[in-house]
């Protein structure tokens, strides 16, 4: 009679294939995760509820200069920054964080992210006082450096 010996079985193919399959899984996962445009955080307008675009402005904080400089000015500094273009904005910190209010001071090149006022959307006022381009309502900042 004849015995059969079992033979162990080499599945070396099936676990390739298997961890195959993993890694296209995975890739494709990666793909799918990675290239979905996930939407901005939107800043809305309080008064119409439409999204209002962010913006970012790099330059060095400093007193805004007075539009009419012919007679007598204020010795007050109103901070603003100026950009690396040489444009003046003004900057409205009342809706940064309690903690993060007034963190800069007048020399200090820093970048603010937030919401921009033309002159048509700001108090006529102060965009007659000063020579300003326009108003930015902060919503955050942070210094940088030049490299």
Sequence with gaps: MTTFKK???DDTHGNALVWLLVLIALAIAAF???STKRPASEVVD???GTPVETTVLEGEVVCLPHRDTSGPTTMECTYGVETIEGNYYG???SQLPTDKQGGYQTGTRIAFEGTLLTS???PESFWNTYN????LQVQ???EYRDK
């Design 140 to 142: 955050d900042y942070w």
């Design 91 to 93: 900057l409205d910190g």
């Design 132 to 135: 300003i381009v326009g108003i």
């Design 120 to 122: 048509e959307q700001m």
């Design 7 to 9: 033979q162990p079985h």
């Design 46 to 48: 309080s008064q119409s």
């Design 32 to 34: 799918f995760i990675f």
